[in-house]
């Protein structure tokens, strides 16, 4: 079992910069791939970046590549997304995500996760 707990979200400016955190409990946390998902105003969830359990290789979704970095501290057992250049589109409740799989093609398909944190929210205004 894993328990996930996000914090850092808020309230930015078009062009501005947030860091979200992961808290993940349990000893076996590098054993889980994990990822952010998001969920915008009135629409789904939505894969949004994926790092391996060794933190040695991360997937962003095409519409965050070059802005948002994943990362991963196994140590601490948290998870990272640095978010530049937000745009108001962003805007969404994040997520994050724990699950046991192998696969390049299953890092951005929400059904392979197994454990969620309760999200938290980012409002990027223009």
């Known amino acids: 079992q894993v328990q996930l707990v996000e914090s850092g979200g808020g309230l930015v400016q078009a062009g501005g910069s947030l860091r979200l955190s992961c808290a993940a409990s349990?000893?076996?946390?590098?054993?889980?791939?994990t990822g952010w998902f998001r969920q915008p105003p009135g629409k789904e969830r939505e894969f949004v970046a994926a790092i391996t359990r060794s933190g040695g290789s991360a997937y962003s979704a095409d519409s965050v590549l070059g802005r948002f970095t994943i990362s991963r501290d196994n140590a601490k057992n948290m998870v990272y997304l640095q978010m530049n250049s937000l745009k108001p589109e962003d805007t969404a409740v994040y997520y994050c995500a724990a699950g046991d799989f192998s696969g390049g093609y299953r890092y951005g398909d929400l059904r392979w996760y197994d454990f969620w944190g309760q999200g938290t929210q980012v409002t990027v205004s223009s």
């Open positions: 349990g000893r076996t946390f590098s054993s889980y791939v």
